[in-house]
């Protein structure tokens, strides 16, 4: 189905088989999100995309765009649950910016900032989650996890070794990798892997490489991530397949 | 042990054709055998079955009857529904853990014996009730924890333990169409074949079933979906679909293959009905799912039965066998060509969020119990892709009905919105607690009158996912138009904490977020944080008002019924019994959730106090 819904008043045109949200993205309209990625298939477990369809709230980055659509995103209502959401995840797992590899090119703190979450809120879990630095190449540090399982989904679908996967079941629930000792060691993980590149947080990083780029001139540093829609435009289909 | 281990999973993974599909029984019949599913096992299983390694661990570690450490020989499981509290559950445990020196949740010291809870197991009306080695046991009481203890230490295998601790009953105070019917093995399904020659040639639905291969003569599967269609039967599961256009849907939905699935997952706590109506209706359901095959048609059915229930399992299978051979079930049923369909119990593993369809069918399908994005539906895209009809256990016994005695009788039966009847499932504070169905329309005060009850305060209809209702409402009626209910209505009395009921539910939605979502994951943990800070006394209004605050996100941002229902008891306490909350705030201002006392409480117990000393006096 082609056609125009209507964002925010906005009118946005969509190509068959597209989602709300990869319209929005096609049209230059920012959707806060964490657990989508151009390259994989909508995913809907972050939850930081809901909107307002025709009034009743939906997961955009899954449903189907269909003519007609009256759709609310940037109010101040759903902005409210967007922010407690980030703030959910900032307390459920161990999340320390000033001294993380990834602060300035995580989308967590970047969506943190444009929501205005000024303080986490909610009270610490303080999990126990211990890192994994057996790889001579790769270090995965499950503090930061946010569960939105691109790395299972990149290392099944592009990479085709099925490195990690998800284990426990609710608060209980967590990473694990491909072996019988638990070691990412222990897998066929690579550094070139699509997995080692997709993490929107700092779980999944090289060894041996920190602040290649300084703080202050990283990714969301200089622009806030609500200002580069563009870098999450849907990619054509023919290029997911090969991805 | 090693190459014992070896040949049982060999012939656990022969015996399931090595196919991935069947994970679930495949790791429940290993660790039936061999305790527990070892590091080692879970690489063993997941050659087997040619999966990732990391995807078999992820099953296993989905679900709360499966264990990826060692729990002990005996694995003991206590029921913690409220209404297995309301009558001693938690001090009963407490004296079994004494007597067999340990703690809840971990595992002895010899690596005997472990004692924890788990989800109201559907023993309401015969508890305080627990699962020993996942056999249901009933009735506990203080001898009984006393003998077990004596039985555990004596290391008694639990076949050989007192057969009375094992008597489930039915307890059917009020019976209906559904629980009085004595219709025969294949009465319905012999009515619903006969419809075909009253049927004419209209329905293009007919056609394609004759280009599919369904048999080329019969005009019966319409007329028998039309008389479902007819009779208004909505889904016993709590949503209230209605069910002909369900398998309409699913009829009509282009495939090759079709399934029915019979979710016998009844999760909900206080909810027990399909446990007596697969003890002494199991046939009826299943003639119900083969009428649903043969309308819809379907080759292949199951019956997902939640793990609680796994002493079923066997009876079940018995009457399936019995199906067959009366020509009920396998091919050419009733000398019918074409009409092909059998049917396979699946046992499930602890995981109340099965019972949402499209994880029940993630499930069926080997996986964690993950409920799917939507669209597309299972009628279209269900078990293995495939377009599948999922119906609860009731749904499919009074379609049985609606197929022998027809459509207008059953829509005269009920109210003009609500066909038929429903069973409820009454437990908590009544004399008679037990198994009633009522035609549609029935008032709350009117089966609390048949019940038993006396000074009852309110009435949980539905389970935590439901709706809590006052004495002011009680003339309300059991209908869709009204309360509609999945069956579930636990009393509580006024001697009862209305709070205490409530945190029982934040408690057990934290413990049954399957995590999928951000605000399910953290939310529900969130509520039962909240409940218990307020519960410890240390709550503020602040508390309240964060109760509310989170509640919205869950309703708004959950990806599935559970998230979305999770707040309901809460705010429906709230607004029904706010005192219950408001006698428990330290103050009104802000108090911090950290808690100074219980900080300490690693240290109590490394130093063995527990004094008055010991503890920090919060003095105002």
């Known amino acids: 189905m082609t056609g125009t819904f209507t964002l925010d008043g906005r009118e946005i045109a969509f190509e068959p088989g597209q989602t709300v949200m990869q319209a929005a993205l096609a049209a230059g309209v920012f959707v806060p999100h964490l657990c989508y990625h151009p390259e994989f298939r909508p995913h809907g477990s972050c939850k930081l995309c809901t909107m307002k369809i025709n009034g009743r709230p939906a997961t955009s980055c899954t449903m189907p765009a269909v003519a007609g659509m009256e759709v609310e995103s940037d109010t101040a209502e759903i902005n409210d649950k967007r922010r407690m959401l980030v703030q959910m995840l900032l307390v459920e797992g161990n999340h320390f910016c000033p001294s993380c590899e990834m602060s300035g090119n995580c989308k967590l703190q970047a969506l943190g900032y444009t929501l205005g979450v000024m303080t986490p809120h909610f009270t610490h879990f303080f999990p126990d989650r211990p890192v994994d630095a057996s790889h001579p190449e790769m270090l995965l540090d499950f503090n930061r996890c946010i569960l939105c399982e691109l790395c299972i989904r990149a290392s099944a679908e592009v990479d085709k070794k099925n490195v990690f996967a998800l284990s426990g079941r609710g608060m209980k629930k967590h990473l694990v990798v491909n072996a019988e000792s638990g070691r990412l060691a222990d897998t066929d993980f690579a550094a070139t892997d699509k997995a080692a590149e997709v993490c929107p947080v700092g779980v999944i990083l090289k060894k041996r490489r920190g602040f290649a780029v300084p703080i202050g001139k990283r990714t969301y540093d200089i622009k806030p991530i609500n200002e580069q829609a563009e870098r999450f435009k849907p990619v054509a289909p023919t290029v997911r397949e090969k991805a | ?620």
């Open chain 2, 1 to 620: 042990m090693f190459p014992t281990n070896a040949v049982d999973i060999g012939d656990i993974l022969d015996r399931h054709g090595r196919d991935g599909t069947r994970l679930m029984q495949i790791l429940r019949e290993t660790q039936e055998v061999l305790g527990w599913l070892a590091p080692e096992t879970i690489t063993a299983i997941a050659k087997g079955v040619g999966w990732p390694r990391a995807k078999v661990e992820g099953t296993a570690g989905f679900y709360s009857f499966f264990h990826t450490q060692p729990m002990g020989r005996y694995r003991i499981l206590w029921s913690d529904n409220i209404t297995d509290r309301m009558i001693g559950n938690r001090d009963l445990m407490q004296a079994l853990c004494r007597k067999l020196w340990l703690e809840p949740g971990r595992l002895s010291e010899d690596g005997l014996v472990s004692v924890d809870t788990t989800s109201c197991t559907g023993m309401c009306d015969q508890g305080p009730a627990l699962l020993a080695n996942y056999r249901a046991i009933t009735r506990m009481t203080p001898e009984r924890v006393a003998q077990m203890a004596e039985l555990i230490q004596k290391q008694v295998p639990v076949a050989e333990w007192p057969a009375e601790w094992f008597r489930v009953d039915d307890n059917i105070r009020r019976a209906d169409i559904l629980l009085n019917n004595a219709m025969r093995p294949g009465e319905a399904l012999k009515a619903a074949l006969a419809r075909e020659a009253e049927a004419d040639q209209e329905s293009a639905a007919n056609a394609r079933s004759w280009r599919e291969g369904v048999n080329a003569a019969t005009q019966g599967p319409s007329a028998v979906l039309e008389e479902v269609k007819k009779s208004n039967l909505r889904g016993r599961g709590g949503a209230g679909f209605t069910t002909g256009i369900k398998w309409e849907a699913c009829r009509h939905a282009p495939s090759d293959e079709r399934y029915v699935v019979c979710n016998a997952d009844e999760g909900e706590p206080g909810t027990f009905k399909d446990r007596v109506l697969l003890t002494r209706q199991a046939d009826l359901v299943f003639e119900g799912m083969t009428v649903a095959a043969y309308a819809i048609g379907a080759k292949k059915g199951y019956l997902y039965l939640r793990g609680e229930y796994r002493y079923l399992l066997d009876p079940l299978n018995d009457v399936l066998a019995r199906r067959r051979d009366l020509d009920l079930l396998g091919t050419g049923i009733l000398g019918r060509p074409g009409f092909n369909f059998d049917i396979e119990v699946h046992l499930g593993a602890g995981a109340y969020v099965c019972g949402e369809e499209s994880a029940l069918i993630e499930s069926l399908e080997g996986k964690r119990g993950v409920p799917r994005n939507r669209p597309p539906y299972p009628v279209t895209s269900g078990f293995l892709g495939k377009p599948t009809v999922v119906n609860n256990v009731e749904t499919f016994a009074a379609a049985a009905l609606i197929a022998a005695e027809g459509g207008d009788w059953y829509r005269g039966i009920g109210t003009a919105k609500s066909a038929g009847t429903k069973l409820l499932s009454v437990s908590g504070d009544v004399a008679r607690p037990g198994i009633y169905e009522y035609p549609f329309g029935v008032t709350v005060a009117e089966v609390l009158a048949d019940a038993g009850a006396a000074e009852t305060q309110a009435v949980q209809v539905s389970g935590p996912s439901g709706v809590c209702v006052a004495d002011n409402e009680f003339g309300r009626r059991i209908a869709f138009e009204d309360i509609p209910t999945a069956g579930a209505f636990m009393v509580f009395d006024r001697n009862r904490d209305m709070f205490e009921v409530a945190r029982n539910f934040a408690q057990f939605f934290a413990h049954e977020s399957c995590g999928f979502c951000t605000p399910c994951r953290v939310g529900t943990t969130l509520l039962r944080n909240l409940m218990d800070k307020i519960g410890n006394g240390h709550g503020t209004q602040y508390d309240i008002n964060e109760i509310y605050q989170v509640s919205r996100v869950l309703q708004m941002a959950a990806h599935c019924g559970l998230g979305h229902t999770a707040p309901h008891p809460l705010l429906d306490t709230l607004e029904k019994f706010r005192p219950a909350y408001e006698r428990r705030l330290k103050s009104l201002d802000f108090e911090p959730a950290f808690d100074l006392d219980g900080a300490l409480a690693q240290a109590r117990q490394m130093t063995g106090r527990d004094d008055l000393a010991a503890h920090l006096e919060n003095a105002e």
